[in-house]
């Protein structure tokens, strides 16, 4: 049976594309008015992405998808969405809840969805729209006023209200936007009063001026301006107008003046006075940040465009700031995260100019300015304290002054890069810190200024006045959530991958200015959060990840979905998380793909992954499927039906109506949805087997992975099925790799270098697979020697070393691989001459516990293979390796990985190496005699019977016997027993 009218499996429609991409270029409706957030979501992507996560309906149509992407929203698009949203709520609820016979189903409430990474808000904002209860957390302080002041403040105290003080003519508070353009209208009106004269020239106002970075030549010591041309951007009510650097006059001119000549090109910089010409990379080094030339005021002529017009020696905007003024405001408590330091790898490209501190940013002027405008909007901020207003109003407009503060010093500092257009520039747009040639020193009181700040942020609160459900915001870390266990329908979240966006680093920049301001009204939590400075290493961000997923484990409820947003152009941000995902218990179900073009590059794309993970809904051990990422990466990327729906779209191939119906009996939804559920619910193993029988399992395995090769022999059909949908089954004992793990990432390997473009790739590949091999076989000799010495192990495994080794060459901690070969032939000699070795003998009929060199296995003889190929490589014998060639050492190297692979195979046949198994069943018979269930790492479940008690979930290194099929008191040895493996 098939369904052509789904839509496909992992591509989101590309009506969503480009929905966002005209989101992007679209700043009326944007989260980024308010405040600035790097690596912010587009608000439809998040709907997309919150709605899929709550509704599960992943076989939504094209239309309902692109509508939800699409600013605004209709409202038959939201209602829809609400009703999917609500059936699925009702779904969990009949389905998890546990009720005494007759007790009716309870109504479900709103649905309660968490974004513990919100950053910007794009998520809690869409979860909102889409009737949610939102939470939203993050550990940087900036955040959470970002978050408060786009998604709580907005909702809490958008409308007037009569009973609450404000600044209206009757003291009444007239509404978030109207207190807001009041109260900053004040902070305007204060600073200009202050500063007025520092933007005057000729007594005429100016909105800003520009400056040039010079240059030192090494030839002749001239300065000399790092840019020959400055150009104004034309509009409709004027054209684009130049000057150019003279070098007579050794100032700017118009263009069409005398003395005209280059400076120097992006790409090099050339001395206009002895004509040197310096690269780019070496001419940054020549550039004097603590020498200034003034080149040009820009200004509104009429409102006709920007005006540019070189500055007069004699003007009085070339006179030095108060001194005595700027050493007082630097002074004081409000300026003293100013003496911050610098972030190393942010602001690489200014410190090595002497820039240690965030005040080293701004020139003597604009510090000036900024600091009056920060002392104008504290000293507005108290006579709003003294107005009688609620805490929350004052909080509110205490955290959008302070974002205006923000907003004039992110468009006055050293780092503004003049763009041609007045205030346009911004010091972080590129989320890295670079001393540019010239910079733009901006009139902080203009009019102009503030009035695009009021421009974009006014409607901005008004359109988020109506998000519609409840928003709150909490400050702290991800992996400390204060919510209660299975508190939550669904996680939507953006986590971050690293340190490719440095948030502590982009955000101090604003926090040296804004906190002063803000400091007050954060929670104390916030002074116990480590400053981080993109320091942190890998193995250091995967554990707190690893945390932070755990814990969203914890808060959400079973069944339900937590959804990653990931964008990457590689396999690694895909892989690390899905690892992580799994290793906290997820089970991932389903990953959609987005690609969009880049706006500025039309060759450029990035691609957006929705990785859809469910918490298991009961702790079944039999259900120890995992997920083959690399697998799942590629049929996505290939448009093939992966997982859960993989495993569905068989069944309704393979069986008959009335199978499917008794399947999803008392279900609602599409054929395709209904079995996705029931696999999810159940293991999927016993269905296909009980559906399919073992030849139908085996014929659809043969036929989805083609006849099997003698490498894949060991291969179980069932396996082969899963592992085409993009399953593998995990170790049962969590942190411990059984054997069949082993060969699974053996073959991973293997797979990998079929597409190696180097050698390195193909070498570490060899060594990781041998490493493996080499870990499996040292876990097996230990075991062994433990299993029949007990505390003498170590003991007896130095005494066969020392039989041939000379003195001091025994040191069980560093042994080589040569001698851990050893070990492994000699060990069941040993073992077979102790008291224990009749005992084994009886057991698994034979002297010897394993046969290391006998045909024809020959164990022994492969292990010393796989030792000399290592050699080879790792040594670079007679030139072996540097020596060969791609196209003549990979298949070498896929072949010595394929015979890892079955000596791993043929190692646990004669128990030489133990399985890893972990009891999941204790049962009893009628004389209380004890039988346990095992599930070994390969996913099969075994019984036998042991005299004494066994830990149900410990894990067990089992060898097993001969005895029976149902042995009792097989061979094995609990992990923990083993204790540490050198």
């Known amino acids: 049976m098939t369904r052509p009218d789904l839509p496909g499996p992992s591509d989101l429609p590309p009506v969503i594309a480009a ?34 996560a709550l509704s599960e309906a992943f076989e939504a149509s094209d239309e309902l998808l692109g509508g939800l992407a699409e600013t605004p929203l209709t409202e038959r698009v939201i209602s829809e969405a609400l009703l999917r949203i609500r059936d699925t709520q009702w779904r969990s609820v009949v389905r998890d809840s546990e009720r005494p016979v007759g007790d009716g189903p309870k109504s479900p409430g709103t649905p309660r969805l968490i974004d513990p990474f919100a950053g910007g808000g794009s998520i809690p904002a869409a979860a909102a729209q889409l009737g949610c209860d939102a939470f939203a957390g993050d550990i940087e302080p900036l955040a959470f006023h970002v978050l408060r002041g786009t998604l709580v403040f907005p909702q809490a105290l958008g409308e007037p209200n009569v009973d609450a003080p404000g600044s209206g003519p009757d003291g009444r508070w007239q509404g978030l936007p109207a207190e807001v353009s009041h109260w900053t209208a004040r902070v305007g009106e204060i600073a200009a009063s202050r500063l007025g004269s520092m933007y005057l020239d000729e007594d005429a106002p100016v909105d800003g001026l ?102 007069a020696p004699d003007s009085q905007l070339t006179a030095s700031v108060d001194c005595d003024r700027v050493k007082d405001l630097r002074a004081s408590e409000a300026a003293s995260g100013l003496g911050g330091t610098l972030p190393e790898e942010t602001y690489r490209g200014v410190r090595r100019h002497g820039f240690t501190r965030y005040e080293d940013l701004f020139s003597g002027r604009q510090l000036a300015a900024n600091l009056e405008f920060l002392s104008a909007a504290e000293l507005v901020c108290q006579q709003m304290a003294g107005s009688g207003m609620t805490p929350i109003c004052q909080d509110a407009i205490r955290t959008y002054i302070a974002f205006l503060v923000g907003f004039v010093v992110d468009r006055n500092s050293r780092l503004c890069r003049w763009d041609g257009r007045l205030g346009r520039a911004r010091s972080l747009a590129r989320m890295s810190a670079t001393l540019p040639r010239e910079f733009v020193e901006t009139n902080v009181t203009s009019a102009g200024l503030l009035d695009r700040w009021r421009a974009s942020v006014l409607p901005t609160l008004d359109r988020l006045a109506a998000l519609g459900g409840k928003v709150t915001v909490t400050l702290g870390d991800a992996s400390r959530l204060e919510r209660d266990d299975a508190s939550f329908d669904a996680i939507v979240t953006d986590p971050p991958f690293f340190d490719r966006v440095p948030y502590p680093d982009l955000s101090g920049f604003f926090w040296a200015w804004e906190g002063a301001l803000l400091s007050a009204i954060t929670p104390a939590v916030a002074a116990a959060q480590p400053a981080s400075s993109g320091s942190s290493t890998e ?80 702790a079944d051990s039999r259900r120890a499927l995992g997920v083959d990422a690399h697998a799942v990466l590629e049929d996505a990327e290939a448009n093939r039906p992966v997982l859960y729906e993989g495993l569905a779209r068989l069944l309704l191939r393979e069986l008959d109506e009335e199978s499917i119906a008794e399947l999803t009996v008392g279900m609602k939804g599409a054929d395709t949805e209904k079995l996705m559920e029931v696999l999810a619910e159940s293991d999927p193993r016993e269905l296909l087997e009980r559906y399919l029988g073992k030849q139908g399992v085996r014929r659809l395995a043969a036929e989805l992975t083609g006849p099997p090769t003698p490498d894949q022999a060991a291969v179980r059909p069932m396996e082969a099925l899963l592992s085409h949908f993009g399953f593998r089954i995990r170790s049962p004992v969590e942190g411990v790799r059984g054997p069949h793990q082993t060969a699974m990432e053996l073959r991973r390997l293997r797979a990998t270098c079929a597409g190696a473009r180097d050698k390195s790739n193909l070498r570490g590949a060899l060594m990781d697979g041998c490493t493996l091999v080499e870990r499996t076989v040292r876990i097996a000799v230990w075991a062994w020697a433990r299993l029949a010495f007990g505390d003498e192990a170590e003991a007896r495994l130095a005494s066969v070393l020392r039989s041939d080794d000379q003195p001091g060459r025994c040191d069980l901690q560093r042994i080589t691989f040569g001698q851990l070969l050893r070990l492994f032939g000699e060990l069941p000699d040993v073992i077979a001459a102790s008291p224990v070795g009749a005992q084994y003998k009886g057991k698994l009929g034979r002297a010897h516990v394993y046969l290391p060199k006998k045909k024809p296995a020959r164990l022994f003889q492969r292990l010393e293979k796989l030792i000399q190929v290592r050699n080879r490589v790792e040594h670079d014998r007679d030139g072996y390796w540097t020596g060969g060639e791609l196209r003549s050492l990979r298949p070498e190297v896929e072949s010595a990985l394929g015979d890892a692979e079955r000596l791993i195979e043929d190692l646990v046949l004669a128990r030489a190496v133990p399985r890893l198994a972990a009891p999941t069943l204790e049962m009893r018979d009628e004389w209380n005699r004890r039988r346990y269930r095992l599930l070994l790492d390969d996913g099969t479940e075994i019984e036998v019977s042991f005299s004494n008690p066994v830990e149900l979930g410990a894990g067990l290194l089992y060898f097993g016997s001969a005895s029976n099929p149902r042995p009792v008191d097989p061979l094995a040895l609990t992990v923990a027993a083993l204790g540490r493996v050198p």
């Not at 690893?546 to 814990?551: C, D, L, Q, R, V």
């Not at 450029?604 to 469910?614: G, K, P």
């Open 19 to 52: 929905s966002v991409s005209r989101e992007k270029l679209s700043a009326g409706a944007s989260l980024a008015n308010i405040h600035p957030w790097w690596a912010r979501r587009p608000l439809g992507l998040a709907r997309v992405a919150s709605f899929l």
């Open 210 to 311: 520009l400056w040039v970075h010079r240059f030192e030549c090494d030839g002749c010591s001239k300065l000399f301006p790092g840019v020959s041309t400055i150009t104004t951007t034309g509009n409709r009510q004027s054209a684009a107008q130049r000057l150019r650097y003279c070098l007579d006059s050794e100032t700017f001119v118009p263009a069409s003046g005398p003395g005209e000549r280059t400076v120097g090109a992006r790409r090099s910089v050339a001395c206009p006075f002895c004509g040197a010409t310096y690269p780019r990379q070496v001419a940054a080094l020549m550039l004097r940040p603590d020498s200034e030339l003034l080149a040009a005021t820009i200004r509104p002529a009429d409102g006709a465009g920007t005006v540019l017009r070189p500055v």
């Open 539 to 618: 193995e250091q961000h995967r554990v707190s990840m690893s945390s932070a997923f755990g814990e969203s484990y914890r808060v959400l409820k079973p069944g339900r979905l937590l959804c990653m947003l990931i964008t990457t152009r590689t396999r690694e941000a895909f892989d690390e998380y899905v690892v992580l995902g799994e290793g906290v218990g997820f089970e991932i179900v389903d990953v959609r793909r987005l690609e969009e073009n880049k706006a500025r590059r039309a060759d450029a794309s990035t691609v957006t992954f929705l990785v859809f993970f469910r918490k298991p809904d009961h």
